[in-house]
C-alpha cells in the first residue's frame, strides 16, 4: 500500500533562517506531488506541484521554493523565512496518470516563524 | 481558472439530524472530478466522497452523499445520522481530469460541529 510521509511535524523557527520541509511517498512511482499551505482556519493554497523529477511548478510568487531530487521525494525550502511564511503546509501526492482518484495528503507541518 | 466557493464558514447541527453543506464552482471544463475532504481537527485531510463529473448519478458514501448539479455547478455535501465524530472543517475541492499534473483547487471551507 502506498503511504506518505512528512516531516517535521512542527516547527519554529526564527526570521531569516533557512527552512527545509520533506514529503516522501512510499509504494508508488512517479506520483504527482503537491505543496499546500494552509493559514488558520483557511482553505489551502497550491504552492508548487511536480509531475517528475527536477519538474517544479509554482503557482504563486513568494519566498519558497521547491524541489524534487527523487521521483518520491518533494522538498519545500526556503533561503530565509519571513514571518508571513507562518502556517500549515502539507504534502500531497497523486497517482499519475490514473483517473478518478483523489490526492493523499500526509499529516502536515506546522511552521511557526517568530 | 477553475474557483470553488463554500458560502457558509460555520454550520451547526444536533447529533443523528441532517446537515447539508453547500459548494459552488466554476469552470469552462467538461472533464473533471469534485471532492469533498474532511478535516478533523488533528488537521489529516481524509477524503470523504468523490463525483466524476461525467456521471449523472450521485455519489455515496455510507451516510454521506452529495448533490451534483453540473449546470448549476453546484455540489452539496448531505449528512444523515450526524455523529460528534463529524465534526471537523469540510472542503470542497475541484480537479481537472484527464490531465498530467492536476491538482485540487479548494474552498475555503466550512467548520461543521456536531452537539450532542
Known amino acids: 500500500s502506498q503511504t506518505i510521509h512528512q516531516w517535521p511535524a512542527t516547527l519554529v523557527q526564527p526570521v531569516g533562517s533557512p527552512l527545509s520541509l520533506e514529503c516522501t511517498v512510499e509504494?508508488?512511482?512517479?506520483?504527482?506531488l503537491y505543496w499546500y499551505r494552509q493559514a488558520a482556519g483557511r482553505g489551502l493554497q497550491l504552492l508548487f506541484y511536480?509531475?517528475?523529477?527536477?519538474?517544479i511548478s509554482s503557482e504563486v510568487p513568494q519566498n519558497l521554493s521547491a524541489s524534487r531530487p527523487q521521483d518520491r521525494q518533494f522538498i519545500l525550502s526556503s533561503k530565509k523565512l519571513l514571518l508571513s511564511d507562518s502556517g500549515f503546509y502539507l504534502c500531497?501526492?497523486?497517482?499519475?496518470?490514473?483517473?478518478?482518484?483523489?490526492?493523499?495528503f500526509g499529516q502536515g507541518t506546522r511552521l511557526t516563524v517568530v | 481558472a477553475q474557483t470553488v466557493t463554500q458560502s457558509q464558514p460555520e454550520m451547526s447541527v444536533q447529533e443523528a439530524e441532517t446537515v447539508t453543506l453547500s459548494c459552488t464552482y466554476d469552470t469552462s471544463e467538461n472533464n473533471y472530478y469534485l471532492f469533498w475532504y474532511k478535516q478533523p481537527p488533528s488537521r489529516q485531510m481524509i477524503l470523504v466522497i468523490r463525483q466524476e463529473a461525467y456521471k449523472q448519478q450521485n455519489a455515496t458514501e455510507n451516510r454521506f452523499s452529495v448533490n451534483f448539479q453540473k449546470a448549476a455547478k453546484s455540489f452539496s455535501l448531505k449528512i444523515s445520522d450526524s455523529q460528534l465524530g463529524d465534526t471537523a472543517m469540510y472542503f470542497c475541492?475541484?480537479?481537472?481530469?484527464?490531465?498530467?499534473?492536476?491538482?485540487?483547487?479548494f474552498g475555503e471551507g466550512t467548520q461543521l460541529t456536531v452537539n450532542p
Open positions: 475541492a475541484f480537479m481537472r481530469g484527464e490531465t498530467s499534473g492536476s491538482r485540487l483547487t
Open positions: 511536480s509531475v517528475g523529477i527536477g519538474q
Open positions: 509504494g508508488t512511482s512517479n506520483p504527482n
Open positions: 500531497a501526492w497523486k497517482p499519475l496518470p490514473v483517473l478518478n482518484t483523489e490526492a493523499f
